[in-house]
């Protein structure tokens, strides 16, 4: 079982910044996928960031020029960097990852940490 550990979230005033780590249980070179969402209060779970499995990275419209994705391999460690910071980024913020098995794909997900812009 794949365990992801996020920390990193708290309040900050509009304009700050923040950086949340994501730690895995295993190597994240072996995922195949693997990302923050954010679920803002009233809202659906969505994407904020993502290295694809061609290893690339997508950004979301809303915070692109903001937030990086970055990644440590040695340290099985994913991290989002989030500067400019807007009240409108105020959420739980999840890390997601995903593996391919042999019939199917096995999703993992962070318990979250909120993340709160306000002064």
């Known amino acids: 079982q794949v365990q992801l550990v996020e920390s990193g979230g708290g309040l900050v005033q509009p304009g700050g910044s923040l950086r949340l780590s994501c730690t895995a249980s295993r190597s994240i070179i072996s995922f195949e996928t693997m990302g923050w969402y954010r679920q803002l209060p009233g809202k659906q779970r969505e994407p904020v960031a993502i290295f694809t499995s061609d290893g690339s990275t997508n950004y979301a419209d809303s915070v692109k020029g903001r937030f990086t994705i970055a990644r440590d391999n040695a340290k099985n460690t994913m991290y989002l960097q989030m500067n400019s910071l807007k009240p409108e980024d105020t959420a739980v913020y999840y890390c997601?990852?995903?593996?391919?098995?042999?019939?199917?794909?096995?999703?993992?997900w962070g318990q979250g940490t909120q993340v709160t812009v306000s002064s």
């Open positions: 997601y990852a995903d593996l391919e098995g042999r019939f199917r794909t096995y999703e993992y």
